[in-house]
């Protein structure tokens, strides 16, 4: 008798991974719409501190026409406060649709362009790193996304593995370079092993933990610090290795977001990257993490449907565009002569490829602006920000998702001149004239 052939082993798939990352990819967009909302008439509005209005006409009056291509946005349509407001609305209940999975292919399209507009007119508030790989991962989510109006993961067609990829791939970058930019710019404190004994305490806005870790004795510290080094700068190749690797990535990863998140306000960036590291994961590993009674319910079906023709049509060309694009973006920020800048130089107002690096180099001193105000001229008050950590007295306040972006632009301030940071004398202008 000749043995059974033995049974072939099933590649793991990625459709509940793709259904978690994008309701984790909403819950990001709604952080961003509903945080900046409150926020948008006293940054940009039309008696704001930067006027999104006089931005765009200034636009216009260089560039012409042309400006419309160097600052995509909706708000050439109308600048106004209401305007700036129903961007904002707009985003956040879309967002909305985008956590509950309805049209997720059209959703995520309009996101990433109401997100889009409201970059491009929000200069210095708006110029986040996080801002920047918000809208690189929208788009990307965009050809990894399903279609339908309301999809259901044991019936979806897989997703696009060029688009997973893709996706990956930008972890990778975001983590490597944000390792890479500490030691290429020859910082003392990171290369002494010493960053993290001063940036507790000097981060823009910190936690309450933040204190109990800035405690900590020395030695904790270094160690501390070469583990952030070791993280960032050879955890991320493991995703481009087996299986079992990108898991121990996605972990080492996961850990170093947590850490961050619990001790640092950074709006949602960290939420982002772990929205990012979840799709490291496949969906055996993703049922693993289930309740037992909930894993028939997400179990794989016998057969799934085939993607539509016309998605491999689209989604290849478009993935081979992006990566060359990133590779030539990565190789810059490495140092390495770019020898076709102009293949950069276009998708720059739509920030499609992007680079990365936080704290390049660590403050040592914490710095700070006050402000203060008088009516007779003799009696001075200070303005208080409410999430500046300006009184020792008071213990910092947990803050993320929301981003209080006036008050981390008065961080960078503190660290400068004022010619480098020509919004705060617009700023000062606005106090003195009693606007909001």
């Known amino acids: 008798m000749t043995a059974p052939p033995a049974a072939q082993k099933t590649v793991p798939g990625h459709v509940l991974t793709r259904w978690v990352f994008l309701r984790l990819l909403g819950v990001v967009y709604l952080c961003a719409f509903a945080s900046l909302w409150p926020q948008v008439r006293g ?50 209940l879309l967002s ?22 409201l970059v491009n007119i929000g200069q210095d508030f708006l110029s986040f790193q996080w801002d920047a790989l918000l809208l690189e991962a929208g788009f990307l989510a965009i050809l990894f996304a399903p279609g339908g109006v309301l999809p259901r993961p044991v019936t979806e067609a897989p997703p696009s593995r ?6 990956r791939w930008l972890l990778l970058r975001l983590m490597f370079q944000s390792g890479v930019v500490k030691l290429a710019s020859g910082d003392t404190a990171w290369r002494s092993l010493t960053a993290l004994a001063y940036h507790y305490e000097t981060q823009p806005l910190p936690t309450p933990l933040a204190w109990l870790m800035f405690q900590l004795p020395l030695w904790f510290q270094k160690l501390s610090t070469g583990a952030v ?8 190749w493991l995703i481009l290795g087996p299986r079992r690797l990108r898991l121990i990535a996605a972990g080492l990863l996961a850990a170093l977001q947590l850490l961050i998140l619990l001790t640092g306000n950074y709006a949602f960036f960290n939420l982002l990257t772990l929205a990012l590291c979840v799709l490291l994961l496949d969906d055996d590993a993703l049922r693993r993490l289930l309740p037992p009674r909930l894993r028939p319910r997400w179990a794989e079906p016998e057969r799934r449907p085939d993607p539509p023709r016309w998605r491999r049509w689209v989604i290849g060309p478009a993935a081979a565009l992006l990566l060359g694009m990133s590779l030539l973006r990565l190789s810059a920020d490495l140092g390495v002569p770019n020898p076709w800048p102009q ?6 107002p739509l920030h499609l490829v992007n680079g990365y690096g ?12 006050f402000v203060e105000g008088s009516d007779d001229g003799r009696t001075w008050r200070t303005y208080r920000f409410r ?22 632009q008065m961080w960078f301030a503190a660290l400068g001149s004022p010619d480098q940071s020509p919004w705060f004398r617009a700023f000062l202008l606005r106090l003195l004239q009693g606007s909001p």
């Open 387 to 408: 999430y500046q950590p300006q009184d020792v007295g008071r213990a910092p306040r947990w803050v993320a998702p929301y981003q209080p972006r006036l008050d981390w």
């Open 43 to 92: 940054l940009i509005g039309s008696h704001g501190i930067l006027p999104a209005g006089e931005y765009l006409a200034a636009v216009r009056a260089q560039a012409g026409t042309a400006g419309y291509s160097l600052a995509p946005t909706l708000a050439w349509l109308d600048a106004s406060d209401l305007g700036l407001e129903l961007l904002c609305g707009a985003g956040t």
């Open 229 to 236: 080094l070791a993280v960032e700068l050879i955890a991320p």
């Open 96 to 117: 909305l649709l985008l956590i509950a999975g309805v049209l997720p292919l059209p959703t995520l399209a309009l996101l990433w362009g109401l997100y889009l507009s």
């Open 343 to 348: 293949a950069l130089a276009w998708q720059e």
């Open 358 to 369: 936080l704290f390049a180099v660590m403050t040592t001193s914490r710095p700070e602006v």
């Open 162 to 167: 060029a688009a997973l990829w893709l996706l």
